[in-house]
């Protein structure tokens, strides 16, 4: 299994690439590889935006996303996106991503990882349960739930 390392701004046609492909291939509109690619041009440059790439060339990917949060007295990360080319699922990739990302929130003092699912996206819903992750906040019995509003 391939190395996790942290991508730069010089990886931003294939971060680019990959976040097209995870969109195509679940349906979800994408602006294409080069809008993406000058939006991670300029994102990959900072520290709040952190992708993650699997192998070498990469073939799966992390993307984070850290925000300050008035409950924590460190950043909160967001796991924006957790992609592995469909080939490749199976072979623990997605394990090895995800460590990576726990260890680079625990490494900035981070203790919360927070990410959104889609309802019917059993797969990854069952991924992040077996990863510790939990759709119900401590000490509650209701689950939570992900408003968006777009405009």
């Known amino acids: 299994m391939g190395e996790v390392r942290r991508g ?15 969109n195509t291939e679940f349906d979800t509109p994408t602006p294409g590889a080069a809008v993406l690619t000058e939006r991670l041009r ?3 440059a900072r520290d ?5 790439l699997h192998g070498d060339p990469p073939d799966a990917l992390a993307v984070v996303s850290f925000r300050p949060n008035v409950w924590f007295d460190a950043p909160v990360a967001l796991l924006d996106e957790l992609y592995v080319r469909p080939d490749l699922r199976g072979r623990r990739i997605g394990h090895a991503l995800i460590e990576a990302v ?5 490494a900035r003092g981070g203790r919360v990882v927070e990410v959104n699912v889609d309802g ?3 797969d990854a819903r069952r991924f992040y349960v077996a990863h510790g992750y939990s759709h119900t906040e401590p000490g509650a019995t209701e689950p939570s739930y992900y408003y968006v509003k777009e405009w």
């Open 8 to 22: 730069g701004v010089d990886d931003a046609p294939v971060v680019a690439a990959l976040l097209h492909d995870f």
């Open 42 to 44: 300029t994102l990959l």
């Open 48 to 52: 709040d935006l952190v992708a993650l």
């Open 102 to 106: 726990e260890a680079l929130v625990a």
């Open 120 to 122: 019917e996206d059993v």
